[in-house]
């Protein structure tokens, strides 16, 4: 799969639509269908379309889904310590494992001061930076034992989101991309408790 869908996705999910950061991440919504081999039954077209024509404050949709308020969690929190710990807490037990694996990789992140490591955003642009690199083992320690164990939950919630259409529609495409690598490099999912 392509180092490129991964570095979108990643982008969009990471950074608010908003800033400038995420500006060649909308432009280059278009050519998803384009960037990978979906499989035939796929709806990547589709979903890109959805995608380039919502009219919604995507702003607003990125700080209401993502954004914990005031008291609680956010509707749809992009960090994976969320859905592995009891008690739904950030930096946990996973994300000092995934911060373990970045160092044994020599991986460096430049993220916001005091923000968890596996953010799923920066976890995607990451695995972007390895398939480009063409270190599988690393790919797929990545996504067997970091991403993928608890990314189906966040894809789950952000498909059932109410608040827009942009980023239920960007977790279809993230689902699918997801899938298509689980399958392509045949992972073996440990079997985790979620707790989100």
Same mark, same amino acid.
């Given at each position: ?25 909308? +432009?280059?919504?278009? =050519?998803?269908?384009?960037? @990978? ?6 709806? $990547? &077209?589709? *979903?890109?379309? %959805? ?7 995507? +702003?607003?949709?990125? =700080?209401?889904?993502?954004? @914990? ?6 509707? $749809? &929190?992009? *960090?994976?310590? %969320? ?16 911060? @373990? ?96």
């Amino acid at each position: 799969m392509s180092a490129s869908v991964a570095r979108i996705l990643g982008g969009l999910l990471y950074y608010a639509p908003d800033s400038a950061a995420a500006e060649p991440f909308l +432009a280059a919504l278009t =050519r998803l269908p384009e960037l @990978a081999d979906w499989p035939e039954e796929d709806e $990547v &077209p589709y *979903w890109c379309r %959805v995608l380039h024509l919502t009219s919604e404050d995507k +702003a607003y949709s990125f =700080r209401v889904l993502f954004t @914990a308020p005031e008291q609680g969690l956010a509707p $749809v &929190p992009p *960090w994976g310590s %969320v859905y592995q710990d009891a008690e739904n807490r950030l930096d946990a037990a996973s994300t000092r494992r995934y911060r @373990a694996f970045l160092q044994t990789q020599q991986l460096l992140l430049h993220h916001t001061a005091g923000e968890p490591e596996d953010h799923i955003g920066l976890m995607l642009l990451t695995l972007a930076y390895l398939l480009e690199q063409e270190r599988e083992e690393a790919v797929i320690e990545l996504l067997r034992e970091h991403l993928l164990p608890w990314s189906w939950r966040f894809v789950q919630l952000l498909q059932q989101a109410t608040e827009g259409d942009f980023y239920p529609a960007l977790s279809r495409i993230l689902g699918g991309f997801l899938a298509e690598l689980e399958y392509q490099l045949e992972i073996c999912l440990p079997m985790i408790r979620l707790y989100r």
